[in-house]
C-alpha cells in the first residue's frame, strides 16, 4: 500500500537549496524524487504556450488534469510534458512568476494532488515544494522545512541562472523572490508554512552536504544505514 511507503517532505521557498538537497538525498536514499515545483512550471509553461492568462482558473486546471508529467534523464532531472522535453524552458524567472500565480489556484492545485501522490513508490520518495509535508503528503514520517536568508537565496539563484547562460539581474531577482515568496505565504490555497511536525533547518550558512547529513540523522538508523552502504 501507497501509505506504507516512506516519504521524507523537503518545504521552503523559492532558493533555499530544496532541489540540489532534495536531489542528493533521494541518490543517497536510493529513493524516488518528485520536484513538485517542475510540474507548477511546466503547466505555465503550457499556458504560456497556449495562451491561456494565469487567472483563468477552470482553463488552467483542465489543462492540469490532460498533462502527462514525467521524469526523465539519470536522475530524473529531465522533466518531459506530454513526451517533450522542457527542462531547459524551465528556469526562467518568468515561468517561476506565472507557475507561482496559477499555483494559488484551488482547482489546479486539486487537479495536480493525485498526480503528485502516484509519486510514492518504494522504496522511498523524497517529496519537494511548498506543501509536501502540509497538504500533498500530511502523513510522511519525515518533514522537514528549509530556509535561508533572502539575500542568500537570491545570491544562490542569481549564481544558478547565470551558470544556465541567462541573462540575470541580482536587485530583479530579490524583488522576483520576495514578490514570490509573498504570494507563495499568504494565498490561501495550501499557503507555504511549515508543517507542525517539520524540523526546520536554516541552510544560509551551511554547505549542501551539511545540509544533507543533517537530514540524513533525522532517518531511523536502518535507513540511514542502508544508504551509508549504498
Ligand atoms: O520550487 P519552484 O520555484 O520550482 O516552484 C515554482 C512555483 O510553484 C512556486 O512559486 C510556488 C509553486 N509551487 C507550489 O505552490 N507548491 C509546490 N508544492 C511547489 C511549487
Not at 65 to 74: D, I, N, T, V
Amino acid at each position: 500500500m501507497a501509505e506504507m511507503v516512506p516519504v521524507l517532505t523537503i518545504d521552503g521557498p523559492s532558493g533555499a537549496g530544496k532541489g540540489t538537497v532534495s536531489r542528493a538525498l533521494a541518490k543517497r536514499l536510493g529513493w524516488h524524487f518528485l520536484d513538485s515545483g517542475a510540474l507548477y512550471r511546466a503547466l505555465a509553461l503550457s499556458a504560456m504556450a497556449q495562451g491561456i492568462p494565469p487567472e483563468d482558473e477552470d482553463r488552467v486546471a483542465a489543462l492540469a488534469a490532460q498533462m502527462q508529467l514525467e521524469f526523465g534523464g539519470q536522475s530524473g532531472e529531465r522533466v518531459l510534458v506530454d513526451g517533450r522535453d522542457v527542462t531547459d524552458l524551465l528556469a526562467t524567472e518568468e515561468c517561476g512568476r506565472v507557475a507561482s500565480k496559477i499555483a494559488a489556484l484551488a482547482k489546479v492545485r486539486q487537479a495536480l494532488l493525485e498526480k503528485q501522490r502516484a509519486f510514492r513508490q518504494a522504496p522511498g520518495l523524497v517529496a519537494d515544494g511548498r506543501d509536501m509535508g502540509t497538504v500533498v503528503f500530511p502523513d510522511a514520517p519525515y518533514k522537514v522545512f528549509l530556509t535561508a536568508t533572502l539575500k542568500e537565496r537570491a545570491r544562490r539563484r542569481f549564481l544558478q541562472l547565470k551558470a544556465q547562460g541567462l541573462d540575470v539581474n541580482l536587485d530583479q531577482i530579490i524583488k522576483d523572490l520576495e514578490e514570490r515568496d509573498r504570494r507563495d505565504r499568504e494565498r490561501k490555497q495550501a499557503p507555504l508554512v511549515p508543517a507542525q511536525d517539520a524540523v526546520i533547518i536554516d541552510s544560509s550558512d551551511l554547505c549542501v552536504e551539511e545540509v544533507v547529513d543533517r537530514i540524513l540523522a533525522l532517518l531511523p538508523p536502518e535507513i540511514g544505514k542502508r544508504c551509508c552502504q549504498s
